[in-house]
């Protein structure tokens, strides 16, 4: 293997390099820093050592080395376990929960990017082996670099679906009829308190979420991709709730009929503008996506060509 070392230096610390860049912290602040940030980076340039080695290896004939291929995805497969363990013992303590479809998103991305890892060092000692090699150092590391580069914009390019490619989100009436509290005509619940009434008419917003199709409304209507919406609009605008006040929890009520959905929440920030971006925002979850229009029976629905909204 000695002919090879370099190639396999290289195009490990290449991978490794790239996991540390599709790596962030974003608004659910997770992973955390630094800790989380070393475990996923281990991982990652863990990943990059196994697909720079496996090429190496098959050319000198060590098919047992390609075989750690396969050992380093039953423990991946692993790491998904913890991090969902981990995220769901978290939720717990969170004012607005998750929910475990979206843990079990989190935790998915975290394992599928480790084989994308494993599959773009690959890529990059593939081209080493074919094309560069006897060419010079400085050569190589630029190439390869420049394939990395692209390696990450093509990663990135493939953006997550989100509400607003579904879904139409406008503003609701929030009000009373008695004890009851709607937006729009869609019921949410009764509130008997009358402090507690008045803090719905003073600080309550209200969003309607029209599905743009019959898919659309499958995957809406799934209360985990609903639970989803609900916390990621009081992770970014803040609630205003305590653990003792959980007749200020945020909600969301369905309409049966027609497949809309309702919001009702009482934010720390009162901008609805805010409100309606964070919503539109709100990835679609991949366990709650559905796709009824693909089957017969879907097609044959009465609101098929039309919206459901």
Same mark, same amino acid.
């Given at each position: 293997?000695?002919?090879?070392? +370099?190639?396999?230096v290289?195009?490990a610390?290449?991978g490794?390099?790239?996991?540390?860049?599709i790596?962030?912290?974003?608004y659910?602040? &997770? /992973?955390?820093?630094?800790?989380?940030?070393? *475990?996923?980076l281990s991982?990652?340039f863990?990943?990059?050592?196994?697909g720079a080695v496996?090429w190496p290896?098959?050319?000198?004939a060590?098919y047992v080395?390609?075989?750690f291929?396969?050992m380093?995805?039953?423990? +991946?497969?692993?790491?998904r376990?913890?991090?969902r363990?981990?995220l769901a013992? !978290?939720?717990?303590?969170?004012?607005?929960?998750?929910?475990?479809?979206? =843990?079990e998103?989190?935790a998915?991305t975290?394992?599928?990017?480790?084989?994308? =890892?494993i599959?773009s060092t690959?890529?990059?000692s593939?081209?080493?082996?074919a094309?560069?090699?006897?060419t010079? &150092?400085?050569?190589?590391?630029? %190439?390869?670099g420049?394939v990395?580069?692209? #390696?990450?914009f093509l990663i990135?390019?493939?953006?997550?679906?989100?509400?607003?490619?579904?879904?139409h989100?406008r503003?609701g009436?929030?009000h009373?009829q008695?004890?009851?509290?709607f937006?729009?005509?869609?019921?949410?619940?009764?509130?008997g308190?009358?402090e507690a009434?008045e @803090?719905? #008419?003073e600080k309550?917003?209200?969003?309607i %979420?029209?599905?743009?199709?019959i898919d659309a409304?499958a995957?809406?209507?799934?209360?985990?991709q609903?639970?989803? %919406?609900?916390? #990621?609009?009081?992770?970014l !605008?803040g609630?205003?709730?305590d @653990?003792?006040?959980?007749?200020?929890?945020?909600l969301?009520?369905?309409d049966?009929?027609?497949?809309?959905l309702?919001?009702l %929440?009482i934010?720390g920030?009162?901008?609805p503008?805010a409100?309606i971006a964070?919503v539109?925002?709100?990835p679609? #979850?991949e366990?709650?996506?559905?796709? /009824? *229009?693909k089957s017969y029976?879907g097609?044959?629905r009465?609101?098929y060509?039309?919206?459901?909204?």
């Open positions: 293997m000695r002919p090879y070392f +370099f190639g396999i290289l195009t610390s290449l490794g390099i790239l996991r540390m860049l790596l962030r912290s974003d659910r602040q &997770y /992973p955390t820093y630094p800790h989380g940030y070393i *475990s996923h991982m990652g863990i990943a990059a050592a196994l496996a290896a098959l050319l000198e060590e080395a390609v075989t291929l396969a380093a995805a039953q423990q +991946f497969r692993e790491i376990n913890l991090e363990e981990s013992s !978290l939720d717990l303590y969170e004012l607005v929960p998750r929910g475990r479809p979206y =843990i998103g989190i998915r975290f394992e599928a990017r480790n084989y994308i =890892i599959a690959l890529v990059l593939a081209i080493d082996l094309l560069l090699r006897g010079s &150092y400085p050569l190589r590391i630029g %190439i390869l420049a990395t580069v692209l #390696l990450y990135n390019s493939f953006p997550d679906k989100r509400v607003a490619d579904i879904a989100v503003l009436k929030v009373f008695g004890p009851n509290v937006v729009d005509d869609l019921h949410f619940m009764n509130v308190l009358a009434k @803090v719905y #008419l309550a917003l209200g969003l %979420i029209e599905p743009k199709d409304a995957t809406l209507a799934n209360p985990g609903r639970q989803a %919406i609900v916390h #990621l609009c009081a992770k !605008l609630i205003y709730k @653990v003792d006040t959980p007749e200020f929890s945020p969301m009520r369905r049966i009929k027609s497949g809309r309702g919001v %929440i934010p920030s009162g901008d503008q409100l964070a539109k925002r709100a679609v #979850l366990g709650a996506a559905a796709k /009824p *229009s029976a097609r044959e009465d609101d060509h039309g919206t459901t909204g």
